[in-house]
């Protein structure tokens, strides 16, 4: 009698509702038995369900759906992990940039300055020299110390061409030249972009 009302409720559910609706497979064992035990004077108090074993390739089964649902939710777990490293990474390489830029921006401002002071203590020491005196000077040191760190690099493989004493004119030239064109086309915009052949 147990085993054919376990026949006909069992077969209705999917396994997991078996194992999950124990107690009510119970409860309609109880209920069949004990109506179908009355005839034989015996009245069924309770059944307790002990365990459901079902067959060793449906046991494998679950146990592969359980495993694979497992690994799925690591699979996920993990790619969040990686997500949130890299974003925290973006970030913290975002943060780098910006602290190099606003460096970079300081060391040009100390430049400026540092070379504004030097034109206004070299104007006062030297009576009659202008600007660009001052910013011929400090392009024949920057020039040497250029030469000088060049030539302290052993595994150096720098070529300064053209290379005669001509050069750093030639450069300032260019330069000025360039900060006046510069200055033009703010001033009149409707004035073509002025060109200038470097002087021989």
Do not use: W
Not at 41 to 65: H, R, T
Not at 161 to 168: A, C, S, W, Y
Request: aromatic share 4%; charged share 25%; proline share 5%.
């Amino acid at each position: 009698m147990v085993y054919n009302v376990v026949l006909g409720h069992v077969p209705k559910m999917k396994l997991d509702d078996t194992f999950l609706n124990q107690a009510d497979i119970a409860s309609d064992l109880r209920d069949n038995l004990d109506a179908s035990m009355k005839e034989y004077g015996y009245f069924i108090v309770k059944v307790l369900i002990s365990d459901i074993v079902p067959d060793q390739k449906v046991k494998a089964a679950m146990n592969d759906i359980n495993a694979a649902q497992r690994e799925r939710e690591a699979t996920v777990s993990r790619a969040e992990t990686n997500k949130m490293l890299l974003v925290k990474q973006a970030e913290a390489e975002a943060e780098s940039k910006r602290l190099q830029g606003e460096g970079i921006a300081n060391q040009r401002k100390a430049i400026i300055t540092g070379l504004k002071d030097s034109v206004e203590d070299f104007a006062k020491t030297v009576p009659g020299s202008t600007p660009q005196d001052v910013m011929q000077l400090v392009l024949m040191t920057q020039y040497f110390d250029t030469l000088k760190e060049i030539a302290a690099n052993d595994h150096s493989n720098t070529i300064l061409i053209p290379h005669t004493p001509n050069t750093l004119t030639d450069i300032y030239s260019q330069i000025r030249n360039a900060i006046i064109a510069g200055n033009e086309l703010s001033t009149h915009p409707s004035i073509p972009p002025v060109t200038s052949a470097p002087q021989k």
